[in-house]
C-alpha cells in the first residue's frame, strides 16, 4: 500500500497541538524548491512509501577519500504531472527544470535545522501498470556534482585579476600561439590591439612546450616571445579624467644577460600630448625611469637588476603634482616600491600610446594593463603576477569561491602555505588545497555552496559527547580491523620541487615483518606546497594517521526518535566534527572512542530520523595535555581497585607535585586514569651503623638500627693512601658514580635498597700499604626507593697530593 506524505500529515496536525514532540508527533518537515526568485514548499507532494524515509547523504564515505557530492533521494506524487519540466499543463512549465535547487529543513523545538541544499538534475517519471499511480523518484546532488562534471580550466589567476578589476586598457598576451599573427588582441571589448613591429610574435616557452603551465610567470601560462627583437605597440588608449590618478603594470623577462654599458628600453608610455616615460633597465645603474617632454627628468636608478632570465612584474603609478604642472610617480618593481619623486615641469596627463620592448631586447612580456580613477590595492597585481605564492589555503579556498561565484564559509584558519595556483578546473583547485592542508573540503548545508575546514580547526577541538551506557548509541557499533587503513610509509612530493619519505620503523603497526610489524604499506601524494620545508612535516602527519593503533568505529548509529533529547547536538555534527563514546561495554577497550566525522546518513520519516556517522580514529588531532617523563614505572604491581599507586621515574625530570597541576589522565596497560593528587615519597634520615676502622686490612661496619626492607642503604668506604688505594664494591651493592672510573679515589660511595633480611657487608681493599687506616660505615634513608640508578643528583672531587687542609669543593646538583 502507498500513502502520501501531505494526507497522513493532515490527519495528525490535530496531534501535533497537544504539547507533545518528535518522536510522539511526526516530523515537521520542509520540502521545498528554488523558482520564481524564492522558495516554493512542496510538502503534500512528497510520497513517504511503505515508511521509507527521506535520506541524505553527505561527505566522505570514509577517511582517505575526497568528499562525494551529497545526496538526496525521496519521492514526489506526479499524477497531475507537475513535476514533468516538459508538460505544458504542468503548473510548474517553465519554472522547474535541470538542476533546480531543493532544499530539505527539519523544525524540532521551534528550532529550524537545514539538513541539505542541492540540486536536481533530472525528473524521470514512473507509473504502475494501471497508469493511475505516477511518481518521480527524486535525486538530489550538492554542488560537486556538477562542479565535477566540468573539467574546463580557468583563466590564469593574473587574467582573473584584471579582467575583474576595471582596467582602462588592457592586452593578456597569453592567447595561445600567435606565429602567424601581427597583432595581439586587447582583453576588453572594442579595445586597441598591440601591434608588431614585426613578425616575430609567438608564444613564449621556456620549458620548450608551447602553452604549458611553466611557460610564463606562475600566474599566467603563456607569455608573448619577443626574442628576436620583436615590439608591441598600442594607440588608442581611452581617455579618462585628466586629473585621475593611472597605473601602469606589466610582467617582463630577460633570458641574455645585458652588457655592462647596455641599456634595455622594456617600454615607452606617451602621455599628455608629447610627454613621454621610459622604464630602463641597465647593468650599469639598474632599473630606471627616463621622463621627456616639454622639460627632462631622470628618476633615482634603483638597483634592482632585471636581466637575470627570472620574470619580474613592474608597476608604475603617476598622479598630478604642481596643480597638473608636474608629474608625480612611484615605480615597484616585484611588489616592492624602488623608488618615487616628481618630474618637475612635465605635464601630467592621460597615457596615450604604449610600446613594450621600444629598443627590441625584452625576450617576452605578460599582461600589459592601464588603470585611472580607482586603482586596485597596490600589490594586488604582483599577488596574481606570482599565482598566489604563499597563499593559505584556506584564504585560496575563498578566493577561489569567489571567482567562480560559489557561495562559501570556511572553519577554521592559519591553513598551510600554498605554492602558484595551477591553471586547473576550479574544484581541481579546490582540491589541491586539500590535499596540501590536509583540510576537509565538502558542501555546506544551508546553501548551494562549497565548505572548507582547515587541517588545524580539527586539533583539540570541543566532542560531541555520546554514553554509550545511556544508549546514545544504536547497533551496530561495531569495531573494525585496523589493517585496510594503515600507511606507514609514506612519501610526499612538492611539484616542482623536492619531496619527503617518513616510514615508521618499530612498533606494532611498523614496516617490519609480522609480529614485529604488519610489513610494508606506502603510498605517495603531490602537494602545492610553498616550500620543501613543508614537506617533512606533512609526511610526518600523513604518517601519523596512517599508523593509529587504536580500535576502529567506522560506523556510529544515533536514533534520534530514542534519543530525541540529543537533536540538537546530533544537528551541529559535521564532516569534520569530533564524536567521543564514553562507558564502553567491558569486551571493548576501556578507553573512549574517540572520532572524527568523516561524513554521514540521515534518514528522516514520519517517526524516525536516523543517523549513521562515518567516523575515522580521532585521537590523533587531540594533543597531549603533559609531556610524560623520559621512564616511569610502578614500583610495584596493581589491581583494577587501586586508588594509590607508586610511580618511579627511572630517568628524565620528575613529575610536577603542584597541585594546581592535579587532575589529568594518565593512559597506562591500555586502560586511562584520572590523577587527582600526586606527592613526592617522603624521604627520611634514619640511623648509623657502627664504624669500622682497620689498618690496611678489610672492615665489617655494623648496621643501622632499625633497618627495615625498602630502606636505602647508603656505606661510604675510604682507605688513607690517596692515589693509589681505593676500597672495592661488595658483593650485591652498586657504586654511585660520585667519580669517574677511570680515578683511583680512595673514598667510594656503595648503595643498596635493603632486602627483607640483611647482613653487614666486609669491605676489602686494593693498593693500600702498611699503615694506611681502613674505614667504613653504614647510613639508612627510609622512603620508597625504586632503583639505586638515579639517586645521585650531583659531584664533586678535591685530592691533596700533601697532608694539609683541604677546601671542600662547591657540589653542584647535575
Request: aromatic content about 8%; some cysteine.
Amino acid at each position: 500500500m502507498r500513502r502520501v506524505i501531505g494526507c497522513v500529515l493532515s490527519v495528525l496536525m490535530v496531534l501535533a497541538g497537544v504539547g507533545v514532540a518528535f518522536p510522539q508527533t511526526p516530523n515537521d518537515v520542509d520540502i521545498e524548491l528554488f523558482y520564481g526568485g524564492t522558495w516554493n514548499n512542496i510538502d503534500a507532494y512528497v510520497y513517504h512509501r511503505d515508511g521509507a524515509p527521506i535520506v541524505i547523504t553527505r561527505g566522505r564515505t570514509n577517511e582517505g577519500k575526497s568528499c562525494d557530492p551529497g545526496k538526496l533521494t525521496l519521492t514526489v506524487n506526479n499524477r497531475d504531472g507537475r513535476f514533468s519540466p516538459r508538460n505544458p499543463n504542468s503548473p510548474l512549465f517553465g519554472k522547474i527544470g535541470r538542476n533546480t535547487p531543493i532544499r530539505v529543513s527539519v523544525t524540532y523545538s521551534a528550532v529550524t535545522y537545514v539538513r541539505f541544499t542541492g540540486e536536481v538534475p533530472s525528473w524521470p517519471s514512473r507509473w504502475d501498470v494501471s497508469g493511475k499511480d505516477i511518481w518521480v523518484p527524486v535525486e538530489a546532488a550538492g554542488i560537486l556534482r556538477r562542479l565535477g562534471q566540468g573539467s574546463k580550466p580557468l583563466r590564469s589567476p593574473l587574467y582573473r585579476f584584471i579582467s575583474g578589476s576595471s582596467p582602462l586598457a588592457w592586452w593578456p598576451l597569453e592567447s595561445g600561439d600567435q606565429r602567424a599573427t601581427v597583432s595581439t588582441p586587447s582583453g576588453l571589448a572594442g579595445g586597441s590591439p598591440l601591434v608588431a613591429s614585426t613578425a616575430t610574435i609567438g608564444t613564449h616557452a621556456l620549458s620548450g612546450t608551447v602553452g604549458g603551465s611553466a611557460v610564463g610567470p606562475p600566474g599566467a601560462p603563456i607569455a608573448i616571445d619577443l626574442s628576436s627583437g620583436g615590439q608591441l605597440t598600442a594607440a588608442g588608449i581611452p581617455t579618462s579624467s585628466s586629473t585621475a590618478p593611472w597605473r601602469f603594470e606589466m610582467g617582463a623577462l630577460f633570458t641574455t644577460p645585458l652588457g655592462t654599458a647596455e641599456a634595455a628600453e622594456i617600454m615607452q608610455i606617451k602621455y599628455a600630448g608629447v610627454n613621454t616615460v621610459d622604464v630602463i633597465a641597465s647593468q650599469a645603474v639598474g632599473t630606471h625611469l627616463e621622463f621627456r617632454g616639454t622639460g627632462t627628468h631622470n628618476a633615482t636608478p634603483s638597483s634592482y637588476i632585471l636581466d637575470d632570465g627570472a620574470w619580474h612584474h613592474i608597476r608604475m603609478d603617476f598622479t598630478s603634482a604642481g596643480g597638473g604642472a608636474d608629474t608625480a610617480y612611484e615605480v615597484a618593481l616585484d611588489g616592492v616600491v624602488k623608488f618615487s619623486g616628481t618630474a618637475t615641469g612635465l605635464t601630467f596627463g592621460n597615457p596615450t600610446r604604449l610600446e613594450i620592448s621600444a629598443g627590441g631586447q625584452v625576450d617576452a612580456a605578460s599582461h600589459a594593463a592601464f588603470w585611472s580613477g580607482t586603482l586596485p590595492a597596490d600589490n594586488a597585481g604582483y599577488d596574481a603576477f606570482t599565482g598566489y605564492d604563499g597563499e593559505e589555503a584556506d584564504d585560496r579556498f575563498d578566493r577561489l569561491c569567489t571567482d567562480a561565484s560559489i557561495p562559501s564559509t570556511v572553519t577554521g584558519s592559519t591553513g598551510a602555505l600554498m605554492g602558484p595556483e595551477r591553471v586547473v578546473s576550479v574544484l581541481q583547485a579546490l582540491r589541491d588545497a586539500e590535499a596540501t592542508d590536509q583540510g576537509f573540503l565538502h558542501e555546506r548545508r544551508d546553501a548551494l555552496g562549497l565548505k572548507f575546514r582547515t587541517n588545524a580547526s580539527r586539533y583539540n577541538q570541543a566532542p560531541i559527547a555520546l554514553d554509550y551506557a545511556a544508549k546514545d548509541i544504536s547497533p551496530p557499533f561495531d569495531p573494525e580491523p585496523d589493517e585496510q587503513h594503515v600507511a606507514n610509509d609514506r612519501e610526499v612530493k612538492r611539484r616542482g620541487g623536492s619531496s619527503a619519505r617518513r616510514e615508521l620503523t618499530s612498533g606494532p603497526l611498523s614496516t617490519q615483518d609480522p609480529p614485529a610489524g604488519v610489513g610494508r604499506y606506502d603510498d605517495s601524494i603531490t602537494v602545492d606546497a610553498y616550500s620543501d620545508d613543508q614537506l617533512e612535516h606533512i609526511a610526518n602527519w600523513r604518517l601519523a594517521l596512517g599508523t593509529v593503533d587504536a580500535e576502529r568505529y567506522p560506523r556510529v548509529r544515533v536514533d534520534l526518535a530514542a534519543r530525541p533529547a540529543l537533536i540538537p547536538t546530533i544537528m551541529a555534527a559535521d564532516s569534520g566534527s569530533r564524536i567521543t563514546v564514553a562507558n564502553l561495554p567491558d569486551w571493548l577497550p576501556p578507553d573512549d572512542a574517540d572520532l572524527i566525522v568523516e561524513g554521514y546518513r540521515e534518514a528522516i520519516g514520519f517517526f524516525t530520523w536516523d543517523f549513521v556517522f562515518n567516523c575515522s580514529p580521532g585521537g590523533v588531532y587531540s594533543s597531549v595535555g603533559r609531556w610524560d617523563t623520559v621512564a616511569s614505572v610502578l614500583k610495584t604491581a596493581v589491581n583494577s581497585t587501586a586508588t594509590s599507586w607508586d610511580v618511579a621515574t627511572t630517568s628524565g625530570p620528575l613529575w610536577t607535585t603542584d597541585d594546581a597541576q592535579d587532575g589529568w589522565d594518565w593512559e597506562i596497560g591500555g586502560e586511562r586514569v584520572t590523577v587527582t593528587d600526586i606527592a613526592p615519597s617522603l624521604i627520611t634520615f634514619g640511623a648509623v651503623g657502627t664504624a669500622a676502622h682497620a689498618d690496611n686490612a678489610s672492615v665489617t661496619p655494623g648496621l643501622p638500627a632499625s633497618l627495615a626492607e625498602g630502606n636505602l642503604m647508603l656505606c661510604l668506604a675510604a682507605i688513607r693512601n690517596s692515589g693509589t688505594g681505593a676500597p672495592e664494591i661488595p658483593a650485591g651493592w652498586v657504586r654511585l658514580a660520585v667519580f669517574p672510573a677511570s680515578v683511583a679515589v680512595n673514598v667510594r660511595l656503595f648503595a643498596r635498597i635493603a632486602g627483607p633480611s640483611e647482613t653487614a657487608p666486609t669491605i676489602t681493599f686494593t693498593g693500600g700499604v702498611a699503615g694506611a687506616t681502613t674505614s667504613a660505615q653504614i647510613a639508612r634513608l627510609a622512603g620508597k626507593w625504586h632503583s639505586t640508578s638515579n639517586i645521585l643528583l650531583g659531584a664533586a672531587i678535591c685530592l691533596n697530593a700533601s697532608a694539609q687542609d683541604i677546601t671542600i669543593p662547591e657540589i653542584g646538583r647535575a
